[in-house]
């Protein structure tokens, strides 16, 4: 077993799983949060967030140097609003169809990534993500953008019983 074997199945089995959860959503659901609290995403900014921000554009990052953005800004100049923004600026997506296809997108990428990188580059040295954050292998930041995805996934879980919808542990990590 490799390393590379173990990112692709933790992925495939996050994206899997995240796609069962994504199903469980109607467009009806898009703008519902928690009522108490504070700054929660809605189900739709949710949903935008784990197929388009979760995991397969980081994983893209790390990999190729790839982050996305415009041409001539350099990642290290955002500050923390362009980084990450205020919740109300979060996009959302307009309807579960569109959420489903950008997570099919996502997952394409993420995996198209892992595949396509060396073995021997995942414990090669040590790098430090773009926003910060302790030097790593890059074995390391591919798994935990993928637990990343993992984290917003069981929010979602948790969104889902809270609107009332029959769920339970299996549905959260799935066969």
Known sequence: MTLKYILLEEAKTTYAV???????????????????????????QLLMHCASFGCGKAIQGFIKGDWGIPEGVELKDLNADQHVPPVAMLPSV???????????NDR???LRCIEETEEAK??????????????????????LMIAHLNQHKGQLFYYLKLMGNDINTSDLWGP
């Open 18 to 44: 995240t796609d069962k959860l994504f199903r469980r959503v109607t467009d009806d659901d898009l703008s519902w949060k928690p009522i108490t609290g504070k700054n929660w995403m809605t189900v739709g």
């Open 108 to 110: 394409s990428l993420a």
């Open 122 to 143: 995942l414990l090669a040295g040590k790098i430090t993500a773009p926003w910060g954050g302790p030097e790593a292998s890059l074995f390391q930041h591919l798994l």
């Open 94 to 104: 307009d309807n579960v169809k569109q959420a489903l296809d950008l997570l099919a």
